[in-house]
């Protein structure tokens, strides 16, 4: 959950064990423990949740831990067996905070400014949750598409369907009138194959995904609002891949667009993969929350191990499109191919903006670091194999590779590792 991007879920969210804000606190752990949460408090922090964590006689730093190795439903179940508050305490608990109304002038002054910016005719929002979630929600609902382009058409964020969190995102830019050069409902013709899936107007899905910026409550809306049971989404995403290409006139139009778009790159073979290169090349982005860096075993650049997944990361970093990678000192390889070529993370980003191809970035670094071809041999070789060497670096991988894939035993390198989250990452991608 990446709070610099949607806001966690509503305070009146009843989802998780159901105790008023324990969902959004859920996905303020989640974002704490992926350092995404941006300008929110988590724990001790944050008022509400020390009352619910009080509540629940669990700390912040257990509770932080249980969302890490909990889905929601496992979660539940966890807290009820923690706690063990009783119904009825849970009713007094939610019913005290639904209630309480700003006691500060503080507050009260806060309560005002909101309303007048973000919803003047509001009379209705008088408590301190309510307000809680006017600010949530007027601080994520609209989206500027002229500064940076929507999510993956294979993104599954949303109600585990591809296409719906773009759909949701050009939606909430049309309302904002900020969609720039993107095209929304039923002038789309992903949008439309889309709509007519889930069986809703441009305007009702409109109003569904501006009520509902967070990815979880849009899945709720989403999949109460349309009759669709797992098996005919799973053969909807199946399909997903051949939108637009049934027949040969369809065939055609993809190609000539292609050939507009991307001369001579025939690789591309659908409209996904065409619309996803279409929104990096548009906005001079890497987008590493649309496909993975290159493996990290690509010597492709200078005959250097890591080089070639260190620039497109680099890349992505300067888009602000990093997802969830890591990049430079937050990242243990990064760090020790930079010392190798000791040069900063910082400098090495702001190269890119400045050197777009791998032979320009090659030159650069040839004026900074000569390096000869021992020194390169010797390098690869060390990180090649690079593995645990401490206790606690082997349960850190055999906890990882246990969580993306239990059947894989046969991992024993941080490299080997890297390319499986990136399989597991995108492998909706791959279908």
Not at 300 to 328: Q, T
Request: aromatic share 10%.
């Amino acid at each position: 959950m990446d709070l610099t991007k949607q806001p966690p879920r509503r305070p009146s969210n009843l989802s998780i064990a159901g105790i008023v804000g324990l969902s959004r606190m859920t996905d303020k752990a989640r974002a704490y423990n992926n350092e995404t949460l941006g300008e929110y408090l988590y724990g001790g922090d944050s008022g509400l949740d020390r009352k619910i964590l009080d509540f629940l006689s669990i700390s912040d730093e257990q509770f932080a831990e249980a969302v890490e190795e909990y889905d929601d439903q496992a979660l539940d179940t966890w807290v009820i067996e923690q706690s063990a508050r009783t119904t009825s305490e849970i009713e007094r608990f939610n019913q005290q905070e639904l209630s309480i109304e700003p006691q500060t002038e503080e507050y009260r002054q806060r309560l005002k400014d909101r309303l007048a910016k973000y919803a003047p005719d509001r009379t209705d929002i008088k408590t301190v949750l309510q307000s809680v979630e006017l600010d949530d929600w007027g601080n994520f609902w609209q989206l500027d598409l002229t500064k940076r382009p929507p999510r993956s058409p294979y993104s599954r964020d949303v109600a585990g369907i591809f296409g719906i969190a773009r759909m949701a995102e050009k939606a909430r830019a049309a309302c904002a009138d900020k969609i720039g050069e993107y095209k929304y409902g039923q002038d789309s013709g992903l949008d439309h194959y889309l709509l007519d899936f889930l069986n809703l107007s441009d305007g009702a899905f409109q109003q569904g995904a501006v009520g509902n910026p967070n990815d979880l409550e849009l899945s709720d809306w989403i999949l109460s609002n349309v009759e669709k049971d797992p098996a005919e989404i799973e053969v909807f995403n199946q399909n997903a891949r051949q939108f637009g290409l049934k027949t040969e006139k369809h065939r055609d139009n993809f190609a000539k667009r292609r050939e507009m778009i991307t001369p001579g790159q025939t690789d591309i073979e659908n409209w996904l993969d065409l619309m996803d290169y279409d929104d990096q090349k548009s906005f001079g982005i890497v987008d590493l929350a649309r496909r993975a860096p290159r493996r990290p075993y690509d010597a492709s650049v200078g005959g250097i191990i890591h080089l070639a997944r260190l620039i497109d990361k680099a890349r992505a970093v300067n888009g602000n499109s990093l997802g969830e990678y890591w990049y430079g000192e937050d990242s243990g390889i990064d760090r020790k191919l930079l010392a190798f070529l000791g040069i900063s993370a910082q400098k090495f980003a702001d190269a890119m903006k400045s050197h777009p191809t791998d032979t320009g970035v090659l030159d650069w670094l040839n004026t900074k670091s000569i390096k000869t071809e021992t020194e390169i041999k010797d390098y690869n070789e060390e990180v090649l194999n690079m593995g645990p060497t401490t206790e606690g670096q082997r349960i850190f991988l055999k906890k990882v590779v246990t969580k993306l894939d239990s059947c894989r035993t046969d991992i024993e390198t941080f490299f080997d590792m890297m390319v499986l989250e990136d399989e597991k990452s995108f492998e909706y991608w791959n279908l």
